[in-house]
């Protein structure tokens, strides 16, 4: 049973660069939920996809933007990357609130040089 | 603003020990409260959870004790083993539509030593 993919695990890029990261939720989970997670910090809360559309959002800038796909799928992106973007961001999903539990994929690694 | 708040950063345990991770949260509109293993590399996955209107629950090795006066609650990890050695995250959130987001403390690297 395929958990949650995350699309690519590294990635580098340059300062006032665009990245686009993607996620394929587990099979039968409808929302996507998007969390940075700094070197040595707890993730942070971006914004979560339901039906395909942004039902809530943490505190970041307009620079992060997203979408979720009929099929569940979802992509973060980032316009005008600064060197505080490097982090990891990890994608969960779930069926139903979050009582029923979130599954994490293995993120995706940015660094901005 | 730091709304939940984890000790100790660090922690060490023989094996066989106890291991015991504390939590502290601010928003008494919280009223899920999960705890995430992290091993490196890879991303928290959902160990066990608790909501505020039972003062304890345990799973196998894995206890979670939970004082609502307090706003405080803890993970036990009874007859501490190498393969627990990952970090370890508390969490809490709301449950009503539309306001459910983890709130993640800062983590606790745990590392059992035979």
């Known amino acids: 049973d395929a958990g949650v993919t995350q699309s690519p695990t590294h990635l580098i890029k340059t300062r006032g660069q665009q990245v686009t990261l993607r996620c394929s939720p587990k099979?039968?989970?409808?929302?996507v939920s998007w969390y940075q997670q700094a070197l040595g910090q707890g993730p942070q809360f971006i914004f979560q996809?339901?039906?395909?559309?942004?039902?809530q959002r943490g505190n970041f800038p307009d620079r992060f933007s997203g979408h979720q796909f009929p099929n569940y799928s979802s992509e973060l992106n980032v316009n005008a990357l600064l060197l505080g973007d490097s982090a990891l961001y990890l994608c969960?999903?779930?069926?139903?609130?979050?009582?029923?539990?979130?599954?994490f994929g293995s993120g995706t690694r940015l660094t901005v040089v | 603003q730091q709304q939940v708040k984890q000790s100790p950063q660090s922690l060490i345990v023989q094996k066989g020990g106890i291991s015991i991770i504390n939590c502290a949260y601010e928003?008494?509109?919280?009223?899920?409260f999960p705890w995430y293993q992290q091993f490196p590399g890879k991303g928290p996955a959902l160990l066990i959870a608790?909501?505020?209107?039972?003062s304890e629950k345990k799973e196998g090795r894995f206890t979670i004790s939970f004082n609502k006066s307090a706003k405080q609650f803890s993970l036990h990890i009874m007859d501490s083993q190498p393969g627990d050695s990952a970090t370890y995250f508390c969490?809490?959130?709301?449950?009503?539509?539309?306001?459910?987001?983890?709130?993640f403390g800062t983590g606790t690297r745990l590392t059992i030593i035979p």
């Open positions: 099979s039968g989970h409808d929302t």
């Open positions: 969960a999903s779930s069926l139903g609130g979050v009582t029923y539990g979130y599954t």
């Open positions: 969490a809490a959130s709301r449950t009503n539509f539309g306001n459910e987001k983890l709130t």
């Open positions: 608790i909501r505020p209107d039972v």
């Open positions: 996809y339901y039906e395909e559309e942004e039902r």
């Open positions: 928003n008494t509109a919280f009223d899920y």
